[in-house]
């Protein structure tokens, strides 16, 4: 299976995060992908993508600097959650 630019450790690692976090949905709020706001999830932008890779984007996730290119970053880590979900969909 396919899961460029994603590497086995990494997707290891998020599905980890997504546990000790308790969800996907916290663990975004832990990223700073989203906010709650009056009880409802909002996705949040940042202009400054650079400042966010440095933030967000190490250790095991420093090699996917080069393929972050967005202001969104619930986007990014979304499609980190697809391929967890493609490589076992009872499983995110």
């Not at 949905?25 to 440095?54: C, F, G, H, P, V």
């Not at 095991?60 to 619930?74: A, G, S």
Request: hydrophobic share 35%; proline share 5%.
């Amino acid at each position: 299976m396919k899961t460029f630019p994603f590497t086995k450790m990494q997707i290891d690692q998020f599905r980890k995060e997504m546990q000790k976090a308790g969800g996907f949905y916290q663990l975004m709020y832990d990223k700073e992908a989203i906010t709650i706001k009056r009880n409802a999830k909002w996705i949040t932008s940042y202009t400054d993508i650079e400042n966010y890779k440095l933030k967000y984007l190490i250790e095991v996730y420093e090699t996917l600097r080069p393929f972050y290119d967005t202001e969104i970053p619930f986007l990014f880590w979304n499609a980190l959650l697809e391929q967890i979900t493609n490589i076992d969909p009872n499983k995110p």
